[in-house]
């Protein structure tokens, strides 16, 4: 199983960004898909989650500014960041669960696997 993200880079605060996530080796449809972050000195946090049925959740610090969403014919999943804030400087992950029940989906310890990490950096 591998997960490729891409699209991370260095804007400024209030611009936009979006970040996808290539998953392959798994049957994609079958798995929530999940997007974390950490920053320098900090653990991994949730960011957002979107399940086999399309569902979302989202970290309070990220509701009404990211839209994560996914596109099983092509086995990916995307996190559209607007309103970007220099506190949303990490590296962000994406991941995948299929053994996760609802309540543990924005539980870093519930996914199985980890894309490598893409960093995004945001400047005021």
């Known amino acids: 199983v591998q997960l490729q993200a891409s699209g991370g880079g260095s804007v400024q605060a209030a611009e936009s960004l979006t970040l996808s996530c290539v998953a392959s080796?798994?049957?994609?449809?079958?798995?929530?898909m999940g997007w974390f972050r950490q920053a320098p000195g900090k653990e991994r946090e949730f960011v957002a989650t979107?399940?086999?049925?399309?569902?979302?959740i989202y970290a309070d610090s990220v509701k009404g500014r990211f839209t994560i969403s996914r596109e099983n014919a092509k086995n990916t999943v995307y996190l559209r960041m607007n309103t970007l804030k220099p506190e949303d400087t990490a590296v962000y992950y994406c991941?995948?669960?299929?053994?996760?029940?609802?309540?543990?989906?924005?539980?870093?310890?519930?996914?199985?696997?980890w894309g490598q990490g893409t960093q995004v950096t945001v400047s005021s």
């Open positions: 991941a995948a669960t299929q053994r996760a029940i609802y309540s543990e989906y924005t539980n870093r310890n519930a996914y199985e696997y």
């Open positions: 080796g798994l049957t994609f449809n079958r798995y929530v």
């Open positions: 979107i399940s086999r049925g399309f569902g979302t």
